[in-house]
C-alpha cells in the first residue's frame, strides 16, 4: 500500500469512532476521513454526514459517492444491520465482519456453544428461552451467578448476581419485562469466574490476527464498582499484574487462531476486530466474551498509544494482513469518561460543554462520545456517556494524573466521572 490517497469512512458516531477517525486521518496513506453520522466532534478530523450507521443502503450509497477506498465500521449496531455484507457486496474493502460472523457478539449462546466445540476455556453456562425454565434452575443456585442477555445491550447486557433471588429478578427484567428489547429474549446463566479481567484485541483477516496491547475498562457507573451496568466509565493500558507480551501470544494461539480457523471452516471468516474478554486465573486464560469490533472506551485508550493502524485495517479488509503489529509509541495510557447525570438510568440531552480546549491544551486527547454541534458551533451534550479525556505518557501513574488533571477542565451541566480510573 502506497501514497496518500485512500479515502476512508468510519461508520458510527461515538467515542471510538471519534479515535477511529483520529487514528485515521492521522495515517499519511489517508486522503480524507469522512464520518457517518459522526458527532459534534468529529468533525474537527473528518467531514460528517447525516447517514445512520444502521443504514446499509444509504453507506454504500455515501461510499461510491465519496469514492471511498476503505469502510470501517464502529459500532455493533452497524454489524448487525448487515452493513459489511453490503459494503463488501459493493466492492469496496470493509474493515468489520458480516453479519454472520458478527454473531460472535451478536448472539452470546453461538459464541458459548462455538468456544465449548473448539475446547478453549469458559464459564459452564446454560441458555434459557423460557423464563419459567430459567427461573427453575436458578431455584437451585447457590452463591453467586452471572446472567446475561444472549443479544445486544449496548454493553449493559452482563449482570453479576450474588444470589440466586437478584438472578431471579434480573430474569424477569431481561425476559418478562423485556428492559432491553428483543437482546433479552433469551439469556444465558454462567457460573462467576474469579481472576483478573482484562480485554484483548486481534486484527483479523480472515485466518490471521495482529494482536493490540491488552487493556482494561471500567463497566460500573460509580468507584470501587458500585452501582449499574453502563458502556464504559473510563479504562487503561497495560494492565497491572501480567506481562502484556505473554499474554497476547496466548491469547492469538490458543483462543483467537482457532476461533478463525474454525469461523472460516463454518463459512463465515472473521475479518475486522476481534475482542476477547478475558478472565486470567493462575495459568487458565477463559473467555468472557467476544466483541465483533473495537472496545468503547478501549479504543480511545488504546489508539493514542499506536502508530499508524490504517495499513492493518487495510489489509485485514482485503483478506491479506501482511503488516506487523504497530508500534507502541507510548506504554501508557488512562482514559476518563464523563457522563451527564442520571445516566446510565436515563439520557438527558441538551446543554453546551466547556473546557475541552484548555484539557488538549494540557496534552490530553477528548473523545467525544455523546455530543452535537450545537448551533452556535460548539459541542453540546447528546448522550449519557458525553466524552472521555485521554492521557498518555511512560507510566501509568504519570498518564493517570494527566488525564484527571485534563477532565477537571472540562465542565457541563450534572457532569459526573469516576475518580479511581487506574488507581
Known sequence: MTGSHLRVLVVGGG????????ACASSPLVEEVICAPGNGGTGAV???????ATDARGLVRLAKEERIGLVVLGPDQAIAAGVGDAVVESGIPCFGPSRAAGQLETSKSFAKELLRDLGIP???FQVFRDPGLALEHLSSKRGPVVVKADGLALGKGAFVCSGQEEAKAIVRRLMLDRELGEAGQAVLVEELLLGEEVSCFAICDGTRAVMLPP???????LDRDQGENTGGMGGFT???G??????????????????????????MPFRGCL???????ADVISVLEFNARFGDPEAEVLLPTLSDLVPCLWEAARGDLQSPQPTQLESAAVGVVAVREPYPQAVVPGGGIEGVGQAEALGCRVFHMGTRQGEDGLPEVAGGRVLIC???????LGARRQAYSGISLIHFQGMRYRTDIAL
Open 275 to 281: 475482542y476477547v474478554g478475558c478472565m486470567v486465573q
Open 15 to 22: 467515542g471510538r469512532e471519534h479515535a477511529l477517525a483520529w
Open 46 to 52: 473528518a467531514r460528517n454526514f447525516p447517514v445512520k
Open 238 to 240: 497495560p494492565p497491572s
Open 215 to 221: 487493556a482494561r475498562d471500567y463497566k460500573r457507573a
Open 122 to 124: 469458559t464459564a459452564p
Open 390 to 396: 485521554v492521557a498518555t505518557g511512560g507510566d501509568l
Open 242 to 267: 501480567m506481562d502484556p507480551q505473554v499474554l497476547n501470544l496466548r491469547v492469538k494461539e490458543e483462543i483467537v487462531e482457532p476461533v478463525l480457523l474454525e469461523m472460516a471452516r463454518r463459512g
